[in-house]
Nanobody
Framework: QVRLVESGGDLVQAGGSLRLSCAAS????????MGWYRQTPGKERELVGI???????NYADSVKGRFIISRDNAKNTVYLQMNSLKPEDTAVYYC??????WGQGTQVTVSS
């Protein structure tokens, strides 16, 4: 059974940084692409970025240049480094493992 556990969400001031982690278990981590999504109340979940099995990344335009996704296959963990945070980055952030597994989410709140 695949399990994803996010951590690292917090309250931070605008301009600050946070690093989210997602620990995976229950499957061969290195075989699958991973992603981060986020959702705010009343809105659809949106893609933040993805990382391939080889470490290639793609990001939403809204976070490009500020957020960095990385993975450590030895630790079965994917990370989301968030810099220059803005109030509009406030959301619940979810880890995603292809082809269809989700974590429980972690809250990120950015105050102005």
């Amino acid at each position: 059974q695949v399990r994803l556990v996010e951590s690292g969400g917090d309250l931070v001031q605008a301009g600050g940084s946070l690093r989210l982690s997602c620990a995976a278990s229950g499957s061969i981590f290195s075989n699958d692409a991973m992603g981060w999504y986020r959702q705010t109340p009343g809105k659809e979940r949106e893609l933040v970025g993805i990382i391939s099995t080889r470490g290639n990344t793609n990001y939403a335009d809204s976070v490009k240049g500020r957020f960095i996704i990385s993975r450590d296959n030895a630790k079965n963990t994917v990370y989301l480094q968030m810099n220059s945070l803005k109030p509009e980055d406030t959301a619940v952030y979810y880890c995603y493992k292809f082809p269809g597994y989700w974590g429980q989410g972690t809250q990120v709140t950015v105050s102005s």
